[in-house]
């Protein structure tokens, strides 16, 4: 049996859990968890994709008239294993939604999590309660649930981080400093518009990731973005002259059962989502 220690911030971080995390990334600065937002309307348009699920809703009232209202949920991994599926979703269904507002007064938003439906269905998204209705589709909660407490099934396997492992007191350059307490969550934020991440920030996302086998080189499936990361065993003569990317180069070798991955060539400016800068400079490990 073999393990995995880390890159960056130490991939060893990672265990075989099911975890229930939601609104990790695009909801911190935009939306407001302390205050909920209600709005009714027409289902417009509807992204059916990961990392979140994005709807456009008309809503009109006397005082404003019609507005197009952006409504984001957590993304179709999560809802997936609660039984939610798009077809329950409709363009053109009249429906009621419940969330998270947005910071900004003149955001016309919502970070979803109800949703009454024509039928009188309710959706729970997230970790929400019922609301509005006693006929709930989706978990009003997922706790991550430990397996294979033994490890015998190894690395090649799907993983789920088991929580947070950024460190919060990193030693910064004085630029990496003064550029981290100008970042404005709001207008500076990584994954604005659902931008994929790099490493090492890509690291650190609550869906399952994959170790599968390929012999000279190692593919990491990431679910989140569906992002594919290779660490190569034996790198050829060409490998590092490769353009640099988001994932970057990496090569990997085992000492004992311990994987070690040492990555270069990442072309990502971003080290974490709390505005630390990287240089295309930067190697992890």
């Given amino acids: 049996m073999k393990f995995f220690s880390g890159l960056a911030m130490m991939l060893g971080f990672f265990?075989?859990?099911?975890?229930?995390?939601?609104a990790h990334h695009s909801s911190a600065g935009i939306f407001d968890r302390s205050r909920t937002q209600e709005i009714e309307g027409t289902i417009t348009e509807v992204l059916w994709r990961n990392p979140?699920?994005?709807?456009?809703?008309?809503?009109?009232?006397?005082?404003?008239?019609?507005q197009l209202w952006e409504v984001e949920t957590t993304s179709v991994s999560v809802v997936s294993r609660t039984g939610l599926t798009q077809d329950l979703?409709?363009?053109g269904s009249y429906v009621k939604v419940a969330g998270s507002a947005a910071v900004r007064a003149d955001h016309r938003a919502v970070w979803a999590t109800n949703m009454l439906l024509p039928n009188n269905q309710e959706i729970l998204l997230g970790t929400s309660r019922p609301r509005w209705s006693s006929e709930t589709i989706g978990a009003s909660t997922r706790n991550a649930i430990a397996t294979d407490p033994t490890g015998e099934l190894g690395l090649f396997r799907v993983w789920t981080s088991a929580?947070?492992?950024?460190?919060?007191s990193y030693p910064l350059t004085a630029v990496a400093i003064a550029a981290r307490a100008t970042f404005d969550p709001v207008t500076d934020k990584p994954t604005?518009?659902?931008a994929p991440k790099g490493v090492p920030f890509i690291m650190e996302n609550p869906y399952p990731m994959e170790f599968v086998d390929?012999?000279?080189e190692i593919l990491l499936r990431i679910?989140?973005?569906?992002?594919?990361?290779?660490?190569v065993l034996a790198p050829d003569a060409n490998f590092h002259a490769q353009p640099d990317n988001l994932l970057g180069r990496s090569v990997g070798h085992w000492e004992g059962e311990v994987l070690v991955v040492e990555t270069d060539g990442i072309n990502y400016p971003h080290?974490?989502?709390?505005?630390?800068?990287?240089?295309?400079?930067?190697?992890?490990?």
């Fill in 15 to 22: 265990a075989l859990f099911s975890s229930g995390t939601s």
């Fill in 52 to 66: 979140h699920i994005l709807f456009t809703i008309e809503v009109t009232n006397e005082d404003t008239g019609t």
């Fill in 89 to 91: 979703i409709e363009v």
């Fill in 163 to 168: 929580g947070r492992y950024w460190n919060d």
């Fill in 192 to 194: 604005a518009n659902c």
């Fill in 214 to 216: 390929q012999g000279d």
């Fill in 223 to 231: 679910e989140e973005y569906d992002l594919v990361r290779r660490i």
């Fill in 271 to 285: 080290f974490d989502k709390t505005g630390i800068p990287q240089s295309k400079d930067v190697k992890t490990l």
